[in-house]
């Protein structure tokens, strides 16, 4: 089964500095792997996506992610936070399932970003 | 249209009532899910639509009831719901069940209190 764990439920930064979410995954087969972003009281927008076509990826607003298979790891980073990075960060992973794509979701990041 | 609308935005119903939520999407998506959000939990799949017909149920109670009448469309009708079902429900779709590998699109939520 597969499955993502969320290192940190609450992470402060202050407005400029690195931001750094961690997100490792447990998978039997390659994983897709994904970032979405939260906002109070909206849905999720996707941030970005691995599909395997090449480990370093780009999404929106600045935000990257690096797929490291030996550490099992696909942490969310961006250079410089703005304060309009202040909300919740989901991980994800999608796994084949019979025929179906089970995607299950990490228990999320709050970021915070100090003035 | 790259959008997932929901409808209503905010819904409060007492126990005996009935309701349903709507979900509409024009992207030509053929894999339409419902997922259930508690507050600062991740999402929790409820129900997966291929090709306008139930593909999953992840053990839902009978009081929610999905329905896809055509491509572009998703409900979730409500009945004898009980307050422990407040929660945020959100919409998402993909451009078929292979697709949730490619992330998903999500509508804005329906916030649901029950009283």
């Known amino acids: 089964a597969q499955s993502v764990t969320q290192l940190g439920s609450h992470v402060s930064v202050s407005e400029g500095a690195l931001v750094l979410l961690r997100c490792n995954y447990s998978s039997s087969v ?49 250079p410089s936070a703005h304060m309009s990075d202040a909300a919740e960060y989901f991980c994800a992973v999608s796994v084949d399932s019979g025929g179906y794509q089970k995607v299950t979701f990490g228990i999320g990041t709050k970021l915070q970003v100090i003035p | 249209d790259t959008e997932v609308t929901q409808t209503p935005k905010h819904l409060v119903m007492g126990m005996t009532n009935k309701k349903s939520l709507k979900c509409e999407q024009h992207m030509g998506h053929r894999a ?31 009081r929610f009831s999905p ?22 429900y959100l919409c998402a779709s993909s451009q078929d069940r292979s697709g949730a590998n490619y992330g998903y699109t999500f509508g804005s939520g329906t916030r649901l209190t029950v009283v």
């Open chain 2, 67 to 88: 329905e896809c009448p055509n491509s572009s469309l998703l409900n979730l009708h409500l009945h004898a719901l009980q307050p422990e079902d407040s929660a945020l």
């Open chain 1, 30 to 78: 390659p994983p897709y792997l994904f970032w979405y972003v939260q906002y109070p009281n909206q849905g999720l927008q996707l941030l970005l996506k691995y599909t395997s076509a090449a480990t370093l990826v780009k999404g929106i607003n600045g935000f990257e992610a690096e797929f490291k298979k030996s550490e099992t790891s696909f942490h969310l980073t961006k």
């Open chain 2, 32 to 62: 339409m899910y419902w997922y259930k959000q508690k507050a600062k939990k991740p999402p929790e799949l409820m129900f997966v639509y291929s090709y306008e017909k139930l593909s999953i149920n992840e053990s839902v109670p009978s």
